[in-house]
């Protein structure tokens, strides 16, 4: 979206006859942000009636080439920076203290990965896991025990989901 945005103001500020600033290890959002305050300059200098014109023959190129084609050619953005692919994030912190505590009871499970794409912390017997539960449970949270489907003799903990409600003929 961003990066229409900033796509948009190129052809906008090349409709008033100047050429857009080039990025300077921008990110997208600072870009566009500059790219906006030239603009704005530029609107300001020429007047209101001549940046309308221009205005509207930007958005009339938009319409028949497109905004890529328009706005070519557009500077490389330099990308965000990259967050750490799910599988190689590191355990939260109740996470390490609980396997600090209990290291011969829970590990981390080398396959299975939880919502958050950190991996599933996991139990070497049905009885340490049960017990996980029921400390849960005494925080209010329902959680279910099942057996690795990878890494069989170990357990893993899920959150329950709530029951769907049936629908009767007449809800439709």
Not at 13 to 32: F, H, Q, S, W
Not at 63 to 87: I, Q
Not at 93 to 119: F, N, T, Y
């Amino acid at each position: 979206m961003r990066n229409s945005l900033a796509r948009r103001f190129v052809v906008y500020i090349r409709a008033l006859g100047a050429e857009p600033i080039e990025p300077a290890d921008d990110n997208c959002k600072t870009y566009t942000r500059r790219l906006e305050e030239q603009y704005v300059a530029l609107k300001r200098k020429l007047g209101e009636l001549e940046a309308k014109r221009a205005r509207e023959t930007g958005q009339a190129a938009i319409r028949t080439l497109g905004l890529r084609v328009a706005a070519t050619p557009f500077p490389t953005l330099s990308p965000k920076t990259p967050s750490l692919p799910k599988k190689d994030r590191k355990p939260t912190s109740a996470q390490r203290q609980l396997m600090k505590s209990h290291p011969q009871i829970v590990h981390i499970c080398p396959v299975c990965r939880a919502r958050s794409g950190l991996g599933k912390m996991s139990w070497k017997t049905q009885m340490w896991a049960e017990a996980e539960r029921s400390r849960a449970k005494e925080r209010g949270v329902d959680l279910l025990v099942y057996e690795c489907p990878y890494k069989p003799g170990t357990w893993h903990l899920t959150h329950r989901r709530p029951a769907r409600k049936k629908r009767t003929p007449a809800q439709g």
